[in-house]
């Protein structure tokens, strides 16, 4: 079943604006086993939006807009959708008086210029809106199914999810997106590519599409169901793609790298402490974002001055003055001082060059050393990461944390063998 | 004149993947003279991209394309415009030639399945592709351009660059987009609009939008002008809002809030050290995107846990017993503590509840305190702040940032005084 989305709005044709609804609406549609097959973003013109809404009927089962539904003059779903449909607006009394009393409940009484919002397309059902004063529609033409739903993201999600899901779910008759989504980490596309492209290939039916962001790759596995059928030969592709590409693969239920690394903590009793120079507060940052890392993450030092370096994470001058403050041996340093004076189980350091200022030939910008000691062992990596300041330091980031998951699961492993 | 973008490729009718070329593309359009009256989203299917290009034709002077130029089955755009233009499409011995060369000087022979991409549509001018192998085209149909471009960023705005801006510039008749961004921060939204409301509607001729952001708000000004036509009412406007809004305008130029607190410091001869609890690392990751930030930011410690608040900040324990770790008093002496440590002029402290756990009646999930002191004074602030862990996060990032940024500015002004 093919479905549309028009997004409606003149602020979404600037430079500034992108239209993030569309994600969350394709997201809902698949599940209900919808396919998008176009999206439109036109703006606040009644022309424009009639004749959009023209070219969708003549293609889409489901039309869901998304915004001018708005109380002012700019607003123009309403009457457009009525005009091509050839149907009369009136205001619906009932409407009305639950937007009077949405004011009063609140102490303000109805601006005049909020009654436009109680207009309703003949024949419409009204979609209600429990977070905000512009109602939602939903009609249907000849077999065509039509949503108004406002702009607001908070709006339109619960919007969609009380009044529209709940409608096209029969009209999808049971057809739905079965999907598989692996994140690996510490390889590049081209590598991650040349492993699987023989294994995909070989099974034609499930779509595969490989999507490399900044530090990491996703492999997006996606097959259409019917009614009844079974992801088996989807679920056998994955197995062997796993196969291929091992410990590699950091998740294939949508955990993000610092949330891998917080359960691995968590699971063998550490607890972490950062030093960190050129990222500056990334690496806690990222770390911190899992709820309850306080469990494990003892806290962090932004190593910015050579002085932090010395005072506060335990680094010689003398080897600051012999290597430089981006080296391996100030890398190893920042370890295991940031791991001494925060008492945690595992020190974790970065220093590199982030750029644009500060390379040289020997020691280029998007230099970068990681450094990690458990007291026992300490370790460094080493590498040049390509791209802008921005770039370089999320990279390096997502290069540690990396690291940090693999020297755990080799940790683990070793342990395990020990006993 | 009318412009609009069509954007092909099925992943971005997938729930992970938005279309951010035509951010860049609208506005080069708009400094060219272009309004942008509609963007489309369709996948590689021939029929659909024929339909798009169909109905663009009868509505716009200029059509941009991107992606579908690959050398794959599923790149289809090519051979949907031929057919919608009835054209014939052909290969170009000297493209070929060109992608032999390119591949060669790689040390790789040319795969077979590249030829495709030395194919041009009868007519067509072929746009040189400087970064990758999809060749770009520009075709005029019956006064009508189009111009096909490559789906991978870079590539796309080099190609728009060098080769379809020039083309557009004559066409655009020499009219522009005159504009202006106010960014302004501590007020909320409507504070903002209603001090501002009454001066912009007055001036009906300049568009005018207010953009929430986390931390901030954009307040958007903008107008088309005509060949010779001054842009004196937008600059009046400008003015008279700044004269509204005042020091919580903290930029006119584009600069961000960090960029700002930076020149304040480096104008200052100040350095900064900043103690981060809830937000670990978010400030000082902000503070040192901006390159050269070295000169004027020292460090910083991540104090997540209350150890390191004591043994590193040098918060007294008996403060952290009696007023609890989010306190006003523990951010005052996390600034006190991580100045003296950090030997900076001033230190910045952070001290909150994040959430989603650890609230109380008393001390709510969003409660944060912040902190700051320049060895004379020692000054905190508190806030309750609305949203999920990262909004709240981001939020306290951007408090403390305006905090120190009207920090600076009282201290300068009120040294000027004493002058």
């Known amino acids: ?17 992108l239209d993030t609804n569309s994600l969350f609406l394709t997201e809902r549609l698949n599940d209900a086993g919808f396919e998008v097959q176009l999206k439109t973003i036109v703006g606040d013109s009644e022309d424009k939006i009639a004749g959009v809404l023209g070219d969708a009927l003549r293609r889409s089962k489901v039309i869901i807009f998304s915004g001018g539904l708005g109380p002012t003059e700019d607003d123009l779903t309403r009457t457009a959708v009525a005009g091509v ?6 205001i619906d009394p009932n409407l ?3 937007l009077r009393q949405r004011f009063a409940s609140r102490g303000y009484s109805m601006p005049k210029i909020n009654e436009r919002q109680a207009e309703v397309i003949h024949g419409a059902e009204i979609l209600h809106n429990a977070l905000g004063t512009a109602p939602g529609m939903w009609i249907e033409e000849q077999g065509i199914y039509i949503a108004l739903l406002p702009g607001p993201p908070r709006e339109l999600k619960a919007m969609f999810d009380t009044g529209v899901l709940p409608r096209i779910q029969s009209l999808g008759r049971g057809r739905t997106l079965a999907k598989k989504v692996l994140h690996v980490t510490g390889m590049t596309e081209s590598e991650v590519d040349s492993r699987v492209a023989p294994i995909y290939k070989a099974c034609p039916q ?8 900044t530090g990491h790759i ?16 989807l679920d056998e ?8 590409l091992g410990d590699a693969i950091f998740t294939d239920s949508g955990e993000s790298l610092e949330q891998v690394v917080g359960r691995q903590l968590r699971e063998s009793g550490l607890t972490l402490a950062v030093a960190e120079s050129c990222t500056s507060g990334m690496i806690g940052m990222c770390i911190t974002r899992v709820p309850g890392s306080s469990d494990y993450f003892r806290g962090g030092i932004l190593c910015y001055s050579n002085e932090v370096k010395m005072n506060l994470c335990g680094v010689p001058a003398e080897v600051l003055q012999q290597h430089g403050a ?10 295991r001082g940031v791991r001494d004076n925060l008492n945690s189980s595992i020190g974790l350091s970065v220093t590199g060059i982030a750029g644009p200022g500060g390379g040289s030939a020997e020691k280029p910008v998007g230099l970068v050393f990681v450094g990690l000691s458990d007291g026992k062992r300490t370790a460094h990596w080493r590498r040049i990461i390509p791209g802008d300041r921005e770039t370089i330091r999320e990279r390096t980031t997502y290069f540690a944390l990396s690291l940090l998951r693999r020297f755990l699961l080799h940790r683990r492993n070793t342990e395990n063998a020990e006993k």
């Open 218 to 233: 996703a492999l997006r596995l996606y097959r259409w169901l019917e009614l009844g059928e079974d992801p088996k030969d």
């Open 326 to 335: 981006v080296s391996a041996e100030v890398a190893e340093a920042l370890a």
């Open 96 to 98: 009305l008086e639950i």
């Open 206 to 213: 499930v779509q595969t599409t490989i999507l490399a962001s």
């Open 1 to 17: 079943m093919k479905a549309e989305i028009i997004a409606v709005g003149s602020e979404l044709l600037t430079p500034d604006h």
């Open 237 to 244: 592709l994955a197995s062997k793609i796993q196969e291929a």
């Open 85 to 90: 449909l050839h149907r009369t607006i009136s």
